[in-house]
Every structure is written in structure tokens, then in C-alpha cells.
């Protein structure tokens, strides 16, 4: 294995995609949905009838691809922070409580994980959205139901292996309330795990959210996001490439980054564990 | 005499950058002839495993060595690595440190011990291979995968393969460390037989004193990646001439008086980044004078045979 | 062996009927089907009788056993779209889903074991940097889009594979590809790191100091013991391409699960998705069950 350098370059484009996410518009030279009718499917600049006022091209409806990428990064982004977050924080919940806890409580919580574990996980997310509906309020929901039960597992061994340690066991004794122990001395060394676990994550529900836009059960119009204009552009695959290829590269692009900037977090903190 | 089978000259492995290396065995030169038993003896970290590797190549990537190593006129460290490889097991045999893992979990004895012998072209089966390092019941292991053997027969196994084909040199890097005390001597035992039944020469690194005590013609003591004295068995034990040689014979637990004596050497083994441009040994050394720090001790001879690496040798005796 | 074999049994019946009350509290949430189902024009008796022929008056519990019961007796409601029991749907669907799946295992392990291997033998070269590069790669693409790709380049623009159907081997290659090439990254990647640790172990240095040659450490030893882990991680895998074949069935019009349970979402066919989601989770477990057992008999230290 490679030493740890820091990915400078995944690192960049990660926070420029949060920063596009948080600034959309502005930042976008058209709206997103604003229609042009003299301009439809223009090719990206640079191929014959393309134009430096539409970078990467528009599509059927003359919509610029560029702007459409860019509200689609929101969405996207959106979604996946939300999804990452909130899910983060309730199976850390609960793997506290679980580890804590043990017993009953325990043996609950971890069936619990283990049921939504059980299923491939778009298969879950399918049906939760079945269940929920679709749109950017509900997607963010199956995501969360479809992603906790990891930070329960791993946030619960976590516990069960830091509960022996001798500077918990003597806090115990001296009567310190578990919350606090929970907070003050748990968490910290778990910290780096979860860490690891939410930025992997990020790219996971990248790819999620966008398999679901695509297959039409996820984001709806007039929201946009990258799986979803791609499946909008499928239609024209034959003849406009533009209009599946951007969408596509701005995914892998936001993964691979992710994903990169997650495993040398891993290899930082943690060399030989896999998670 | 006769034509030593292996002559080390100067052999130095070094590990790190090129302008400040590290030398785990540095200038180490030595003769073993055939139908000998040499033991080296040292504290881990001494040096003594990386010596070992070194013979056969198998160091690590990261390492170099330099020096001279010639095994029956053929000069090892020059050798094509598709020769060495012919030599390694077929004339060279070794047996490595830990006997529980150095078997594969998942095939049958019979199986390991035949890959062996068919890569060498040997008529044995693996039942005879196994008969003659004394395993019990041959015929039953054959079929059994290695964690149903106890360390001492798993030991047999790997010392049957190592000389499947009588090597004539054997190399056994801690071979009894691993095993209980009462097993330690059946293999001591072993070793000794083949020597004697096959004239193989072999060299034992240990850091048990009584294993090379009982078991080796000479003795090479290793401190700090030097040798810093060897001679005949006999006198390395009866009449030491280096006080790291002392210190380590002090240091064997011994009874006296219904009493568990043990004398440790003061001090910590040095850091092999961080050595004193004198003896390595004089931080620890009750001997040590300025010069000891100061300047690297050369080669005395103390007797037949016996050299020492020490500046204090004279008066010591 | 056998008190593991009945934990392990054990533990897989609670997930199952944890999920089956999961299941069923999300088709509950999904509000009262009947409107969706009865023609506006039906009147309340028509709607009332619905209701009574369904179940869906009496109280939650009790619909919940009655709910199980019926599963127990391989009983998984009607299809509303298609008045038929969404089981044999299903059942249907399972094969093409299989093969599918199965073959594009097989994709998957001849890329990704043989990289893995390449890339633990010789690390630090170019062929390891290729194998970390196309892992990212494989892990960051979608399938759907990696599906797409493939047919703009081999069923558009070079006409040489059907780009939909199903039913002839021609049909199979691009499904198969997009989703070997995406499990055949991590499993590059988990042959990568237990072939290394293999390749460290001391049976290896051994096998070195006894003049083996080394194909046959590498590829025997090396690899028997590397196969253990991996074999474990093959069942996680195979959900994975579950998950994979439903969007990549979907590009492909391929008659298969997830072609199925993705029709039966947008009609709201909610009995056809319970079926298709439980039968599923039933097999993935199932699959992971047999493998564990499989285990056992590779390692003869489990066997004893």
C-alpha cells in the first residue's frame, strides 16, 4: 500500500462540490429549467455547433447543461448530506444505548439492525419508497431508514470493546451517570470510525439516490438531480451523448472523491481494520 | 582441516537510505565445515535471524547485503535467483522459528511433505520422510492436517522437509523456542542424528544457551549486529573471554543452593540507528575504558580457534 | 459445528419475521389500497365487501398474523395489476434474475481474482496502480450508467450486441459485463489484501526456504487460504448484485426481479413488492447461510 499522502485533488473537488451544492444558482449562468427553443441540443463547445455559451451543451428542451448539472449537484449533494447525517446520529444513538444498555434492550435494537441489514440495500430503499412515496422529502427518509443500522453495529462494537477499559470501568465506579461516560470517553475514541464510515457513506448515497432518480422512484421535476437528468436523457442517448455523459462523469467524479478521501482516512486512522 | 563448506567474509545487511544506513549484521565473517554443528547465540535483535536469511536470500526487499558468502565454491550473493532457488532446499535446507504456523492449515501433511519430495525428484514417500525424523505413527499423519499435531510433531514435519534430500547444510533459526521443554531435547536429539546419519553441517541460532550448549562443536556470540567472540563449544562455556559473552552465561537462570540465581546485564540492548562509533557493548560493559568507546575493537586471538572482538580480552582472561 | 450451525439458524428466523413485520408495517403505512383498486364507480357495499375479502377491518395485530399465516402456507397475496399470486410472479422472474446474477459472478471473479493476485504479488508496479485505479473506478460508477455506456458504444454506435431481451446468449453479454465489471472491483480489492496477508505468512517463508517454486506457493497455497475470507465476502457480493441487477435490468428490459418489483412500485402493486422484497431477502439469507456452511467445509480446522 501506498503511504497516506493527503488527496489534495479529492479533497478540492469534494469541498467545490459543497460549495456548489450551497450555492447553486449563483454560481449556474442560466436557470436551470429556463427553456430556449433557438438553442435545443446544442453539442458541448468545441464539437461542430457547439458554443462557448453553452459549455457542456443543452438538451431537447434547449435547457444548458452546465446550469442543470449544477442544481442537480444540489439535490444531490443535499440528499446525501442529509441522508449521512441524520443517519449518523440516530445508529450512533442507538448503538450507545445498545452497548450500554446490553441485555434486552440490546438483543432488540441489534435484530433490529439485523432485519434492515438483511436486505440488499436498494432493495430496502425500494421498499421504503413503495411504502413513502417519492420527492426530495421522502427520498432523504428511505435513505436514512436504509443507512443507520450500520453506525448502530459499528458504534455498539465499538462500546462493547471500550466498556472494558479500565478508565470507563473506574468512571463507573465513581459514579459517573453513563451518558456522560458516553460522551466523554466513548465517542472520542470512536470518533475516527464513524468519521470514516459518514464520508464513505457520502458516495454510497450518491450512487442510491441516483439509481433511484433513475428509475423514476426517486427525485421527481421540476427538482433535478444527476440521476435524474440522466434518465431524462436517455431518450436521446443515440444522438446526444452530452445529455447522459455530463450527469454520469458528475457522479463518478463526486464517488471517486469522496470514496478516495474516505479510504485514506481509513488507512490513516486505522491501517490494518476494515470496516 | 578440511575445505570449509561455507566461508562468510565481511557480510554486512543493511537496511534504510543509502547515506545512513543500518546495519543488522555488520563485518561478519566466519568458516563451517562439513559435519559441523555451529550455534549462534544472541539476545533478539542481535542480528542472528538476518544473518540467517541472508545465507539462503531470502531477505526482505528493503535490505542489502554485501560481503562474500561462498557455499561450496559457488558465491551465493552473486547466484541467479533461479540457481538459488535449486540450492535452497535441495542442498541448503532451513527450518524457520515457529513450528505451530509454518505449516499450511489447510492441506494434509502427506500432501506438504509430498510437494517437497516431488520437487526434488526424492524416491521416498512422505511415510519414510517422516519415519526417519522419529515421527510417531507416519502412516496416520499423513492424512492429518497440521493443527491436529502437537508443536513437537509439527516440528518433525518441517525438519523432514527442510531434509528431505539430505542437504548438506541445515540452518534452524530458534527451532525449539517455540516447544515445551521436554520436546526441546527430542529435537536437539534429532538434529544431532542427522548430522551424524547424513554428515549434514548444521548452524542453530538461539538464544538458549543450553540448546547450543548441548548441541553445538562451536560458538559464535552476536551482539548489536557484530560477532563479538566465537570459539569451540567448550570454551565458550568454560572459559569466556568477552564480557557480553560473560554477562549472557550469568544471565542463564541456574540453581544454586535450592536458589534460582539470575543475573541480568545491565542496560538496554543499543538502538542499531544509534551506535557509538566504539564497541556497541560499552554502555553495558563493567569493563569499559575510553578507548572501548572511542574505537572499534579488531580481532584477537585468544587460542585455537577462539577469537574475540574486545579490547579488554587480555586482561579478562 | 452444530450448536453454531442452530445459533446461526436461529438468528436468520428472527431477522426473517423482524422483516416481515417490517414489511408489513410499510404496507400498512402505504395507506388503504382500496380506492387505488375499486373502480370510482363501485359503490360502499362493493367497497365494504373489498375491505372484508382483504382483511383490512380487523385490527392491526391480528391482520399482521393473518398476514404471516398466509406466508407460512406460500400464500403472498394477489397481484393487483395483474389478478394473479404474486408468488408465481415472482417465482417467474427469479430465473432470469439468477442467471443474471450467477453469471455475472462468475465476470467478477475472472477479472477480480487474477488482478488481485497480480496486484498482491507484484505491489508497487504500474499493474498494482492499475488495479487501485480501476477498483475507484468500478465502485464509483452506477450501473445504470455504466449499462448506458455500454450500449451507446456496443449496440449503437457498433452494432454487435442486442441492446434489450432476453433469451438468446447474445443477450446476456452486456447485462453480464455491467454487472461483473462493477462486483469485480471490490473483489480485486479483497483479493488484493488477503493475498497479501497470505503471501506474509509464515508458511509462505517456509514454502520459500524449502525451494518451492513459487507458482505453485502463489497459486496453492498463497491462494487456498486467501479463498477463505473471500469466499465469505462472495454471499455480501451477491447481495450487492441484487442490488445492481435491479437498475441494470431495468436499462435492459430484462424479465427479472427487479424489472418486476420496480413495475410493481409505479402501479402501486404493493402485495407484488412484498413479495418480490421477501422472497429476495429469503434467498440473499439463504445464499449467506449455505456459504457459511460451505466455509466449514474448506477449512478443515471449522471441520473437525
Redesign the interface.
Same mark, same amino acid.
Given at each position: 500500500m501506498p503511504p497516506a499522502r493527503l488527496p489534495i485533488l479529492a479533497i478540492a473537488v469534494c469541498v467545490l462540490l459543497i460549495v456548489a451544492a450551497l450555492l447553486g444558482g449563483v454560481l449556474a449562468p442560466y436557470a436551470a429549467d429556463e427553456a430556449d427553443f433557438g438553442a435545443v441540443m446544442v453539442p458541448p463547445y468545441g464539437l461542430e455547433g457547439g458554443t462557448v455559451a453553452h459549455l457542456l451543451g443543452t438538451d431537447q428542451l434547449g435547457r444548458d447543461m452546465l446550469s442543470r448539472l449544477i442544481a442537480g449537484t444540489r439535490i444531490s449533494m443535499l440528499t446525501a448530506g442529509a441522508a449521512v447525517l441524520v443517519a449518523g446520529t440516530i445508529g450512533v444513538l442507538l448503538g450507545l444505548i445498545a452497548g450500554y444498555l446490553g441485555g434486552l434492550v440490546d438483543a432488540a435494537i441489534m435484530r433490529l439492525v439485523d432485519a434492515f441489514l438483511a436486505l440488499p440495500f436498494i432493495l430496502m430503499a425500494l421498499a421504503l419508497v413503495a411504502a413513502l412515496g417519492t420527492g426530495v422529502g421522502n427520498i432523504i427518509l428511505v435513505m436514512i431508514l436504509t443507512n443507520w443500522a450500520r453506525y448502530a453495529r459499528l458504534v455498539r462494537s465499538e462500546v462493547l470493546s471500550i466498556k472494558r477499559r479500565d478508565f470507563v470501568l473506574l468512571a463507573r465506579v465513581a459514579g459517573v451517570r453513563p451518558l456522560t461516560i458516553a460522551m466523554r470517553h466513548v465517542l472520542p475514541n470512536a470518533q475516527t470510525s464513524i468519521l470514516v464510515l459518514a464520508v464513505l457513506d457520502v458516495g454510497r448515497a450518491i450512487i442510491l439516490e441516483s439509481s433511484l432518480s433513475f428509475l423514476g422512484l426517486g427525485i421527481q421535476p421540476p427538482d433535478m438531480s444527476w440521476g435524474l437528468i440522466l434518465a431524462q436523457g436517455r431518450t436521446y442517448m443515440g444522438i446526444a451523448w452530452w445529455l447522459t455523459v455530463w450527469p454520469g462523469l458528475a457522479i463518478v467524479l463526486a464517488v471517486v472523491c469522496f470514496n478516495t478521501v474516505g479510504e485514506r482516512l481509513r488507512v490513516k486512522f486505522d491501517p490494518r481494520g476494515a470496516l | 582441516m578440511t575445505q570449509p563448506l561455507l566461508t562468510v567474509r565481511d557480510l554486512t545487511v543493511s537496511f534504510g537510505p543509502q547515506a545512513q544506513p543500518v546495519r543488522a549484521v555488520a563485518e561478519a565473517s566466519f568458516d563451517l565445515h562439513p559435519g559441523e554443528i555451529l550455534g549462534i547465540a544472541g539476545e533478539s535483535g542481535s542480528g542472528k535471524t538476518t544473518l540467517c536469511s541472508a545465507l539462503i536470500r531470502t531477505l526482505p526487499r528493503a535490505a542489502r547485503a554485501q560481503g562474500e558468502v561462498v557455499f561450496d565454491g559457488r558465491s551465493l550473493l552473486d547466484l541467479p535467483e533461479r540457481e538459488m532457488r535449486g540450492l535452497r532446499g535441495r542442498e541448503i535446507g532451513m527450518v524457520l522459528q515457529n513450528p505451530m504456523t509454518s505449516l499450511d492449515p489447510l492441506f494434509t501433511i502427506g500432501n506438504q511433505v509430498n510437494e517437497v519430495l516431488r520437487e526434488r525428484g526424492a524416491r521416498d514417500t512422505a511415510v519414510e520422510a517422516l519415519r526417519r525424523v522419529h515421527l510417531t505413527a507416519p502412516e496416520l499423519r499423513v492424512r492429518q492436517y497440521p493443527h491436529q499435531l502437537s508443536g513437537g510433531m509439527r516440528q518433525r514435519v518441517l525438519v523432514a522437509m527442510a531434509t528431505a534430500t539430505a542437504p548438506r547444510l541445515l540452518i534452524a533459526d530458534e527451532p525449539t523456542t517455540a516447544l515445551d521443554a521436554s520436546i526441546q531435547d527430542e529435537i536437539l536429539l534429532l538434529f544431532r542424528e542427522i548430522r551424524d546419519t547424513a554428515g549434514t553441517a548444521i548452524i542453530i541460532v538461539t538464544h538458549d544457551l543450553a540448546a547450543i550448549r548441548r548441541l553445538s562443536d562451536r560458538v559464535i556470540v552476536m551482539y548489536a549486529g557484530r560477532i563479538v567472540e566465537e570459539g569451540p563449544t567448550v570454551r565458550i562455556f568454560h572459559a569466556p573471554r568477552h564480557p557480553y559473552t560473560r554477562g549472557l552465561l550469568a544471565s542463564v537462570p541456574r540453581i544454586e543452593d535450592d536458589e534460582v540465581v539470575l543475573q541480568a546485564i545491565p542496560g538496554q540492548v543499543p538502538n542499531l540507528a544509534e551506535l557509538p562509533p566504539g564497541c556497541a557493548f560499552a554502555d553495558r560493559c563493567p569493563l569499559a575504558q575510553d578507548r572501548c568507546r572511542a574505537e572499534r575493537p579488531g580481532e584477537t586471538s585468544v587460542g585455537a580457534r577462539h577469537r574475540v572482538f574486545c579490547w579488554q580480552a587480555e586482561q579478562g582472561a | 459445528m452444530g450448536s453454531f450451525l442452530y445459533r446461526r439458524v436461529g438468528?436468520t428466523l #428472527?431477522?426473517?419475521l423482524? =422483516?416481515t =413485520? =417490517? #414489511?408489513f408495517i410499510? +404496507?400498512r403505512?402505504?395507506g388503504d389500497p382500496t380506492p387505488l383498486i375499486m373502480p370510482s364507480e363501485a359503490t360502499d357495499a362493493d367497497r365494504a365487501f373489498f375491505r372484508e375479502h382483504y382483511g383490512l377491518d380487523r385490527s392491526l395485530p391480528e391482520q399482521y398474523f393473518v398476514f404471516l399465516g398466509n406466508i407460512l402456507q406460500g400464500d403472498f397475496g394477489v397481484s393487483f395489476r395483474y389478478r394473479e399470486p404474486a408468488l408465481g410472479l415472482v417465482l417467474q422472474a427469479i430465473g432470469p434474475t439468477l442467471q443474471l446474477s450467477g453469471l455475472s459472478m462468475l465476470v467478477a471473479i475472472a477479472i477480480g481474482v487474477p488482478m488481485g493476485i497480480g496486484a498482491a504479488v507484484i505491489?508497487?508496479s504500474w499493474f498494482a496502480t492499475s488495479v487501485r485505479f480501476y477498483a475507484?473506478?468500478g465502485? +464509483?460508477? %452506477?450501473?445504470?450508467?455504466v449499462a448506458?455506456?455500454l450500449?451507446?458504444l456496443f449496440a $449503437?454506435t457498433l452494432p454487435w450486441f442486442p441492446s434489450s431481451g432476453y433469451g438468446t446468449a447474445a443477450n446476456f453479454v452486456l447485462p453480464a459485463v455491467t454487472l461483473g465489471f462493477y462486483a469485480s472491483a471490490s473483489i480485486a480489492l479483497l483479493t488484493w +489484501?488477503n493475498m497479501t496477508e497470505a503471501l506474509r505468512?509464515?508458511?509462505v517463508?517456509?514454502?520459500?526456504? =524449502?525451494? #518451492?517454486?513459487r507458482r505453485?506457493i502463489v497459486l496453492k497455497?498463497a491462494l487456498?487460504?486467501a479463498a477463505l475470507p473471500i469466499v465469505t465476502y462472495l454471499g455480501l457480493q451477491f447481495?450487492?448484485l441484487?442490488?445492481?441487477a435491479?437498475?441494470t435490468e431495468?436499462v435492459f428490459s430484462w424479465p427479472g426481479i427487479g424489472q418486476l418489483?420496480?413495475d +410493481? #412500485?409505479?402501479n402501486?402493486d404493493?402485495p407484488l413488492?412484498q413479495a418480490?422484497?421477501l422472497l429476495? /431477502?429469503l434467498l440473499? $439469507?439463504a445464499i449467506n447461510l449455505a456459504i457459511d456452511l460451505l466455509y466449514a467445509v474448506?477449512? %478443515?480446522?471449522i471441520r /473437525?
Open positions: - | - | 438468528q #428472527i431477522t426473517l423482524l =422483516l =413485520l =417490517l #414489511i410499510l +404496507a403505512l402505504t505491489p508497487e475507484s473506478l465502485q +464509483a460508477m %452506477p450501473s445504470f450508467w448506458l455506456m450500449i451507446v $449503437i +489484501a505468512s509464515d508458511f517463508q517456509m514454502q520459500r526456504v =524449502l525451494g #518451492i517454486p505453485l497455497h487456498r487460504n447481495g450487492l441484487l442490488s445492481g435491479v437498475v431495468r418489483v420496480v +410493481a #412500485i409505479l402501486r404493493y413488492v418480490c422484497v429476495t /431477502a440473499f $439469507i474448506l477449512d %478443515p480446522r /473437525a
